[in-house]
């Protein structure tokens, strides 16, 4: 239950930056060209420090897959998001209260709802894989030093994409 609360809160915060159209906050080429830019002197100088820029760290990135995924899979928005796990929810509270009835209409009753939930969450695959995505990057081991070196490469290009 804390990824989905922290993912609502992320999406709430994302909403409040973004504009009355769903767009994020304007940014100029020029401005993000200069960030980026500034950037790359504070990070390859720390690759260099840490050796990440060997060959042996080719094949080894973090967040980098993600975002490749991203690209594949139908757009996903918050609200999306949200609809998706109050279904599995109630999935779940129907197969609950299913396995708790000893009343067979009732039984039933919620056993079809069950099955029609999960035909409306068939609609929602691409969620399903995000959720699955977000659970594992909540994982990710930040006090292994391989995993922050992998980090540590793939950030320009996650920052980039993210800007």
């Known amino acids: 239950m804390n990824l989905s609360r922290n993912v609502v809160l992320m999406c709430v915060f994302i909403a409040s930056l973004q504009g009355s159209d769903g767009s994020r906050l304007p940014v100029s ?22 050796t990440t820029t060997g060959t042996e760290w080719i094949g080894n990135p973090v967040f980098s897959p993600y975002l490749d995924q991203m690209n594949s ?8 998001m949200l609809l998706d796990r109050i279904l ?28 029609e939930v999960k035909k409306l969450r068939h609609k929602y ?11 594992d990057i909540n994982l ?4 292994n030093g391989t995993v922050q070196k992998g980090a540590l490469n793939d950030f320009l290009m996650v920052f980039d994409l993210a800007y």
């Open 125 to 135: 695959k691409g969620e399903h894989e995000l959720w699955r995505d977000l659970q």
């Open 140 to 143: 990710i081991k930040v006090r």
């Open 73 to 80: 899979r139908a757009f996903c928005t918050c609200q999306t």
């Open 29 to 50: 080429k020029t401005d993000k060209e200069h960030m980026l830019k500034i950037l790359e002197e504070i990070i390859h100088p720390l690759q260099n420090y840490y």
């Open 88 to 115: 599995k929810l109630y999935e779940e509270i129907f197969t609950e209260m299913s396995n708790n009835s000893e009343k067979k209409e009732v039984k039933n009753n919620l056993k079809n709802a069950v099955t």
